[in-house]
T-cell receptor, first 116, second 116 residues
Framework: GAVVSQHPSWVICKSGTSVKIECRSL??????MFWYRQFPKQSLMLMAT?????????EQGVEKDKFLINHASLTLSTLTVTSAHPEDSSFYICSAERDRSPYEQYFGPGTRLTVT | AQKITQTQPGMFVQEKEAVTLDCTYD???????LFWYKQPSSGEMIFLIY??????QNATEGRYSLNFQKARKSANLVISASQLGDSAMYFC?????????????FGTGTRLKVLA
């Protein structure tokens, strides 16, 4: 099956610093990638939809200047949390969609971010 | 308005018995997809089953089946012969396909505990 990786799997950073999370589709090309945020014991909330070569589409309430998304190639999308604060601590999950086939969305293992 | 509703925050089932996890949805699109994902404590999202809005037959994947009632807008997951390893969070999700964005919306999840 298709594999999506995320790096790092967990990160601890100090308040005010920026953190970059990578999402890679390892054995397929992903025209669309999605970034989700999940608070403890809650559902996945879609943050943005990332299309290769174009600007990401952010969901309402998500600050685009704080959560910078770059989909530079068909296998890589990055999420940069800028000037992180403790309230940004969360579990961030990406998914990659191979094409518009029914269930061709594959999730990465997630990145746990803790901001101290 | 909430588009995916999972009314059972937690469920218990005895090992080897069947269990039904409820999911209702709301959409004005004619074309959409319904998904169930399993999220164990490790955090990874595991795809279980898919049902397309135009599929006339209920989807089945091994011990998983989706009870799709289009008129009632429900897509309940049935797990037969529960196993201890089935203990996890289960999320119902919908992908609306009429608007061209193909984004996924997740329910709040149901935590299933299988008892020995």
């Amino acid at each position: 099956g298709a594999v999506v990786s995320q790096h790092p799997s967990w990160v601890i950073c100090k308040s005010g610093t920026s953190v970059k999370i990578e999402c890679r589709s390892l054995d397929f090309q992903a025209t669309t990638m999605f970034w989700y945020r999940q608070f403890p014991k809650q559902s996945l909330m879609l943050m943005a939809t990332s299309n290769e070569g174009s600007k990401a589409t952010y969901e309402q309430g998500v600050e685009k200047d704080k959560f910078l998304i770059n989909h530079a190639s068909l296998t890589l999308s990055t999420l940069t949390v800028t000037s992180a604060h403790p309230e940004d601590s969360s579990f961030y999950i990406c998914s990659a969609e191979r094409d518009r086939s029914p269930y061709e969305q594959y999730f990465g293992p997630g990145t746990r971010l803790t901001v101290t | 308005a909430q588009k995916i509703t999972q009314t059972q925050p937690g469920m218990f089932v005895q090992e080897k018995e069947a269990v039904t996890l409820d999911c209702t949805y709301d959409t004005s699109d004619q074309s959409y997809g319904l998904f169930w994902y399993k999220q164990p404590s490790s955090g990874e999202m595991i795809f279980l089953i898919y049902q397309g809005s135009y599929d006339e037959q209920n989807a089945t994947e091994g011990r998983y089946s989706l009870n799709f009632q289009k008129a009632r807008k429900s897509a309940n997951l049935v797990i037969s012969a529960s196993q201890l390893g089935d203990s996890a969070m289960y999320f119902c999700a919908m992908r609306e396909e009429g608007s061209g964005t193909y984004k996924y919306i997740f329910g709040t999840g149901t935590r299933l505990k299988v008892l020995a």
